[in-house]
Nanobody, 121 residues
Framework: QVQLVESGGGLVQPVESLRLSCAAA?????????MGWYRQVLGNARELVASITRESIANYAASVKGRFTISGDNTKNTVDLQMNSLKPEDTGVYYC??????????????WGRGTQVSVSS
């Protein structure tokens, strides 16, 4: 069992920056094959913002490419999301996600409880 805890959310103005951090409060993310950050706006489905594989291959949603950077540190058991040049449309609850795969290929995942990011002038 892995318990993920997000931190770093808050209220900022447009063009400002925030850094989100996801830590494994219990268990370890070191054996995960991918970690990601998802965003959910009230009434909408949760959408992928950025992900990173165990091989450090990062993937970004088109709307955040060039502004956000995802990074992982297995020694610290953390995954961070640096968000620069924030826009009002980046507002939402950001969830940390960790994906694992069993030797038989079954994929399972864990979610954090989310942290609110609000971008408004």
């Amino acid at each position: 069992q892995v318990q993920l805890v997000e931190s770093g959310g808050g209220l900022v103005q447009p063009v400002e920056s925030l850094r989100l951090s996801c830590a494994a409060a219990s268990g370890s993310i070191a054996s995960s094959y991918a970690m990601g950050w998802y965003r959910q706006v009230l009434g909408n489905a949760r959408e992928l913002v950025a992900s990173i594989t165990r091989e450090s291959i990062a993937n970004y949603a088109a709307s955040v490419k060039g502004r956000f950077t995802i990074s992982g540190d297995n020694t610290k058991n953390t995954v961070d999301l640096q968000m620069n040049s924030l826009k009002p449309e980046d507002t939402g609850v950001y969830y940390c996600n960790a994906k694992f795969q069993t030797p038989r290929g079954t994929i399972y995942q864990y979610w954090g409880r989310g942290t609110q990011v609000s971008v408004s002038s």
